[in-house]
Every structure is written in structure tokens, then in C-alpha cells.
């Protein structure tokens, strides 16, 4: 999976307890995403970076907010998780040299949310 | 909002049979992406096509592109038991740098 890890790969949580998620990289890439995954509907944007501190919006960020400290590590928060935020959850990376480049995954975090 | 409509959303067929799958999109691209996820796993990238092209060849891999018709498939030739996976189209929006929209995916299934 490219030097890309993703922290818990499982967690199961109660509505309303914050949760975060983490993506770790060994490559060095500028570019990092986040994405979840629902019967139905693909992969859905939640938010993404291109570069240290600098993070922007995708099309389902609503109740998720993410930090990026260092180019290594992009984290994923939800502050106060529901029972629709149930999903797989991936990490995506990018070299963003241009508007060609391909995206790298992580195997995924399934989060189940009670 | 999705950007890719994937046809069909299931296909399954026996192996050495070919398999195409097609996706539509709405917006001018700069290019399209094809990835396949096998059960449980992440994406993994299998080729891409710009915009100004309109095919490209990967191994048995074979992508078209109607910019057109906003339209582009994937064949699998020769198809075998590990092509079976869920494969998506991603465009590449000219005013979304650096973002992927994906498709909703077809499930291939291939049959021994």
C-alpha cells in the first residue's frame, strides 16, 4: 500500500465520543486525502491537504475536521461522531507535481459508530 | 455530487472471456483514472488517460476516451480469477487541481 498506514484499521465507538483517525506516510508527498467509502455511493472527498497546515474542504466535510502538523501525518477528527459517519475510511497520498498524478491509498479504517 | 456513473454496477463472466465496464461523467476533465480494489483492500491505480487522448494500452489493460460523449471504458482481455475486484473510473476536473471524483464502481466477478 505505497508506505501509507492508517491507524485504528477498526474501531467501533459510541454516538457522540470524539474519534480521531490517523494516516501516516513514508513517502513525502505534498498531497494527502481523506475519503469514505459507502454501499452506493464510492468514494466521497471529506477534506485534503497540500502541504503542512494547509487543508481544504471536499464534497462531505460536515462533522469532520483534520490537521496536518507535518508532511508525514494527516489526522481526522470527528468531534462528535454518528451513527451516519459509519463508513470505511481511506488515506490517500499524491506526489502534486501536476494535474496527471495518480492517488496511492492505505488499506483503510473501518468505523462502525453504535 | 458524484462525477462518474458506472455501467453496470455488476458484471460477472467466465475467465478468458473479455470484460469492458464504461463510465460517464458531466464536467470537462483533465484526465480519467481507472483503480481497482480488491475485498478489503485500498485502491490500487491502473492507468490513466488524458484529455487530448483517446486510448491507451496497459498490459491487458485497454482505456478509451470520447470527450464528447464524456465517456470512457475499460476492457480487460483475457480476463482471469484475480481480475475479480470492483473497479472505479476518477476524473480529474481542469478547475479541481489535484482532486479525483470517483465513480460509484462496477463489481467484476470472473468466474474459473
Known amino acids: 500500500d505505497a508506505g501509507i498506514t492508517q491507524s485504528p484499521r477498526h474501531k467501533v465507538t459510541e454516538t457522540g465520543t470524539p474519534v480521531t483517525l490517523r494516516c501516516h506516510q513514508t513517502e513525502n508527498h505534498r498531497y494527502m486525502y481523506w475519503y469514505r467509502q459507502d454501499p452506493g455511493h464510492g468514494l466521497r472527498l471529506i477534506h485534503y491537504?497540500?502541504?503542512?497546515?494547509?487543508?481544504d474542504k471536499g464534497e462531505v466535510s460536515d462533522g469532520y475536521s483534520v490537521s496536518r502538523s507535518k508532511t508525514e501525518d494527516f489526522l481526522l477528527t470527528l468531534e462528535s461522531a454518528t451513527s451516519s459517519q459509519t463508513s470505511v475510511y481511506f488515506c490517500a497520498i499524491s506526489e502534486g507535481r501536476g494535474r496527471t498524478d495518480t492517488q496511492y491509498f492505505g488499506p483503510g479504517t473501518r468505523l462502525t459508530v453504535l | 455530487s458524484q462525477q462518474g456513473e458506472e455501467d453496470p454496477q455488476a458484471l460477472s463472466i467466465q475467465e478468458g472471456e473479455n470484460a469492458t465496464m464504461n463510465c460517464s461523467y458531466k464536467t470537462s476533465i483533465n484526465n480519467l483514472q481507472w483503480y481497482r480494489q480488491n475485498s478489503g483492500r485500498g485502491l490500487v491505480h491502473l492507468i490513466l488517460i488524458r484529455s487530448n487522448e483517446r486510448e491507451k494500452h496497459s498490459g491487458r489493460l485497454r482505456v478509451t476516451l470520447d470527450t464528447s460523449k464524456k465517456s470512457s471504458s475499460l476492457l480487460i482481455t483475457a480476463s482471469r480469477a484475480a481480475d475479480t475486484a470492483s473497479y472505479f473510473c476518477?476524473?480529474?476536473?481542469?478547475?479541481?487541481?489535484?482532486?479525483?471524483?470517483f465513480g460509484q464502481g462496477t463489481r467484476l466477478t470472473i468466474n474459473p
Open positions: 491537504s497540500y502541504g503542512v497546515k494547509d487543508t
Open positions: 476518477a476524473t480529474v476536473d481542469v478547475q479541481g487541481a489535484q482532486k479525483l471524483v
